[in-house]
């Protein structure tokens, strides 16, 4: 969604805001905006498009001086995307500029009673709505930018998250923030403010992560103030020492993030389990899980809250919940499960997973299952975002920054880690017998080893890619363990290739789906050798019978599916419930190898965004 820049200090605001831009790209866009003061009057511009597009305009229609100043990537909500409506928007008189990420709700009242007062507005944003209340609460009392901007926050309803400043006070920003994360990085005698660490991680590691309903008077030479905006509280700032370095969010010789971000894997699935993972002593070991074993332990039941990728990862541990730890599971959108009256009982444990730990919807989910009085487990990979504040526990995924909107390594280290919760519980419940328990210890460690192996098949898949690569649909078909997988598989083609594509268990296929297929439709059916093979060995037979073309995900060896497929690509064998983690790879291979053949954006998607804020 949004992404938000700003700076104050001794440096050229210019680069350091498009250079932070562009980190931002990422997190999914449509226009992009800067504004500068130059020790004179503000240097304004914007434009529908991407940051390159900024970049070429504003080095035509604008000085590029000054040592202050915000930027902006806009991902549409209110008003379509166009010059008019992208930001920084300037208040009536001039004076002020916002950068805004979120919804303000009620801009429609405010906006009415606006215009009554003789405002005049230029854009359809809300935003453009708050930027006017701040001045008008301003000019009424008389009031510094940091009081008025939170009188006027007082009476927004929605969410934000904000970089505000006055050409008649350059020495200042005001940042707040509800519902949309706001970092705040401070150097020497500067101060960045940013929608994550990205934009500023190369001049200081310190940074100020500002809560829900705080907001941050910045000025240059004094202490940073951190209020609380209902209450005006202050607030002891924390600083945190960032561990993210500038390499791991660099592409590293890669073409692609998302490509990057496969070839991770081996090495961030270790990564999730290293310090977890004792398979000669027969122990997992994670903190969050011990200090409160008995929630889980005397859990009626488990209830998983996801969006996208997330969610298929949490399908995943529904089959390895019941069969390791026989705790029923139910797994649900998370932006259904907040609006639908959910039933959530203090016995119930809830499991949000999230890469980013900004989606809204999940956010809101948690705080709903919060207020119903169950405990609430954080599985997310962002260390610091808002759901792993808003979690009672969790387990980070140590994945490292994802910065391909299509998640990769997200789903490989969610599942890792939510196979270890299951595992330790399966053994405090004595429902998985000691032998499997080590077996399953010794096949996880082996994992990174299997996954790199899997991502040999890399040629294989960009041959296939090259075949169906104009395919207008495809159908993926997956069991048990699997059938999540064919449902990510499908997600991953249609987000970044845009064919469209369905994923189905692939028994299902005989109530519906089975009717698409003709000799035009790619199959691509996940065939590992594991419980049930010979069903889906018929399911094949089916499909070749009426003239599908069948796309197999194989073990290795494989004689059966082989002889039926058009083709095959083999992955190392490994037990049932591990091999999501390998099967999955060369449908990452392969989405990413048709969307580049395609020539899509493959590390930014239309239309999406990495990190959902908004609902
Ligand atoms: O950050 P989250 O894991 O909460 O994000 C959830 C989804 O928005 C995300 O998985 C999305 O579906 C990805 N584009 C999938 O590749």
Redesign the pocket.
Same mark, same amino acid.
């Given at each position: 969604m949004c992404g938000i820049v700003g700076y104050i200090g001794h440096r050229e605001a210019y680069p350091v805001i498009i250079k932070g831009l562009k980190r931002l790209e990422y997190r999914g866009y449509d226009s992009a905006g800067v504004v500068l003061y130059d020790g004179t009057d503000l240097k304004l511009s914007k434009t529908k498009g991407k940051v390159s597009d900024l970049e070429a305009r504003a080095e035509k229609e604008i000085s590029l001086n000054g040592s202050i100043g915000i930027g902006h990537t806009r991902w549409a909500t209110h008003g379509v995307p166009n010059d008019v409506n992208s930001h920084p928007h300037v208040s009536n008189s001039g004076n002020l500029v916002i950068v805004h990420n979120g919804i303000i709700e009620n801009y429609e009242p405010l906006k009415k009673e606006l215009i009554k007062r003789g405002y005049v507005f230029h854009s359809d944003t809300d935003t453009e709505v708050l930027v006017n209340l701040i001045e008008e609460v301003k000019k009424q009392d008389n009031l510094k930018l940091g009081k008025a901007v939170q009188v006027a926050l007082n009476q927004v309803v929605g969410a934000y998250a904000i970089a505000v400043f006055d050409k008649e006070r350059p020495n200042e920003i005001v940042a707040a923030r509800l519902g949309s994360p706001l970092a705040i990085g401070v150097g020497k005698d500067e101060f960045f403010v940013a929608s994550d660490a990205s934009p500023f991680i190369e001049y200081t590691s310190n940074a100020i992560y500002l809560e829900d309903e705080e907001m941050a008077i910045i000025r240059l030479h004094k202490p940073l103030k951190i209020r609380k905006i209902k209450d005006d509280t202050l607030v002891d700032p924390y600083i945190q020492e960032l561990q993210m370095n500038l390499e791991q969010i660099e592409k590293g010789g890669y073409d692609h993030f998302m490509l990057k971000e496969i070839y991770e894997q081996p090495s961030v699935i270790k990564d999730t389990y290293r310090g977890r993972l004792h398979a000669n002593e027969g122990l997992i070991k994670m903190a969050g899980i011990e200090d409160n074993l008995q929630k889980f332990l005397n859990a009626d039941r488990i209830l998983i809250i996801?969006?996208?990728?997330?969610w298929h990862a949490g399908l995943v541990a529904e089959y390895i919940f019941e069969e390791f730890a026989r705790i029923p599971v139910e797994v649900e959108y998370a932006s259904e499960f907040r609006y639908r009256n959910p039933i959530v009982r203090p016995t119930d444990v809830v499991i949000a997973?999230?890469?980013?730990?900004?989606?809204a919807d999940?956010l809101a989910a948690i705080k709903l299952a919060k207020e119903q009085g169950a405990f609430v487990f954080g599985v997310c990979n962002v260390v610091g975002s808002s759901i792993s504040r808003e979690t009672h526990a969790g387990a980070y995924t140590h994945a490292g920054p994802e910065i391909g909107?299509?998640?990769t390594k997200?789903f490989t280290t969610q599942i890792t880690v939510l196979t270890l919760i299951a595992l330790r519980l399966a053994q405090a419940k004595g429902t998985m017998n000691n032998s499997d328990f080590h077996r399953y210890l010794q096949e996880l460690e082996l994992i990174p080893e299997k996954v790199a192996e899997a991502l040999e098949t890399n040629l294989v898949a960009q041959t296939i890619a090259a075949v169906y690569k104009d395919a207008p649909n495809a159908l993926y078909l997956g069991r048990g363990y699997n059938f999540p997988v064919a449902l990510e598989g499908a /997600?991953?083609l249609k987000?970044i290739s845009y064919i469209h594509a369905e994923g189905y268990p692939a028994a299902e296929m005989k109530h519906g789906p089975i009717a698409l297929i003709d000799e035009s439709m790619p199959v691509f059916i996940i065939a590992p050798q594991q419980e049930h093979y010979d069903k889906i060995v018929s399911n094949i037979q089916e499909i070749k019978s009426r003239s599908g073309k069948i796309i197999a995900v194989v073990t290795k060896g494989d004689t059966q599916v082989k002889a039926l497929a058009d083709h095959v690509i083999e992955i190392p064998a490994t037990s049932d419930a591990l091999s999501p983690l390998l099967t999955t790879i060369p449908l990452q291979l392969l989405s990413y190898h048709i969307a580049v053949m395609r020539e899509c954006n493959v590390d930014q998607p239309r239309n /999406?965004a990495k990190?959902?804020t908004v609902e």
């Open positions: 996801a969006c996208g990728t997330s997973i999230s890469q980013s730990g900004e989606t999940t909107v299509a998640s997200a /997600l991953k987000e /999406l990190s959902v």
